[in-house]
């Protein structure tokens, strides 16, 4: 039924505790990709920054800190495909760039994903609302199917 899983990780324990489900799933059913999925949030500067930026940050700077927190973004991507133990299917990974929920569903459809396993922090009232949640927004941005694997420790509240 799932042929291409997509993982979003944003490099935090919590979002890890997806994998567990993912190797079950690939695992006992007939997927042949699963791609992990980080977005690296560019680094937006002032319009009116002069030529030596603000504290001397530099243009130039900027490029050097976004390439490093790519490098980055991918050598935990890779550390986490070697750690999986997927049988039968396909590990690869991907680091994009952009906002974090519109670049995972533009990712999703254009690479034909069948169903985004992601972690949701489980948080209510004026924290989700202030913070947000890239889990619900994708529930209702995605037209792929998405399962959200609440975190350890979830209480359950009405």
Same mark, same amino acid.
């Given at each position: 039924?799932?042929?291409?899983?997509?993982?979003?990780?944003?490099? @935090?324990?919590?979002?890890?505790?997806?994998?567990?489900?993912?190797?079950?799933?690939?695992?006992?059913?007939?997927?042949?990709?699963?791609?992990?999925?980080?977005?690296?949030?560019?680094?937006?500067?002032?319009?009116?920054?002069?030529?030596?930026?603000?504290?001397?940050?530099?243009?130039?700077?900027?490029?050097?800190?976004?390439?490093?927190?790519?490098?980055?973004?991918?050598?935990?991507?890779?550390?986490?495909?070697?750690?999986?133990?997927?049988?039968?299917?396909?590990?690869?990974?991907?680091?994009?760039?952009?906002?974090?929920?519109?670049?995972?569903?533009?990712?999703?459809?254009?690479?034909?994903?069948?169903?985004?396993?992601?972690?949701?922090?489980?948080?209510?009232?004026? @924290?989700?609302?202030?913070?947000? @949640?890239?889990?619900?927004?994708?529930?209702?941005?995605?037209?792929?199917?998405?399962?959200?694997?609440?975190?350890?420790?979830?209480?359950?509240?009405?």
């Amino acid at each position: 039924m799932y042929n291409k899983i997509m993982v979003p990780l944003d490099g @935090s324990e919590l979002a890890e505790c997806v994998l567990p489900h993912v190797e079950a799933i690939a695992s006992g059913g007939q997927v042949s990709h699963v791609v992990l999925v980080r977005v690296v949030d560019p680094i937006r500067l002032p319009a009116s920054v002069p030529a030596r930026g603000n504290f001397g940050f530099t243009e130039k700077d900027r490029q050097q800190l976004e390439k490093h927190r790519k490098e980055a973004a991918e050598a935990y991507l890779k550390k986490i495909v070697d750690s999986l133990d997927v049988k039968g299917a396909n590990l690869c990974y991907a680091t994009l760039e952009g906002k974090v929920a519109d670049s995972l569903v533009d990712y999703a459809i254009n690479n034909n994903v069948d169903l985004i396993v992601i972690a949701s922090h489980g948080r209510s009232g004026v @924290s989700r609302w202030v913070l947000g @949640s890239v889990a619900d927004r994708m529930v209702r941005s995605s037209c792929v199917p998405v399962l959200m694997i609440r975190a350890p420790g979830c209480e359950p509240r009405l």
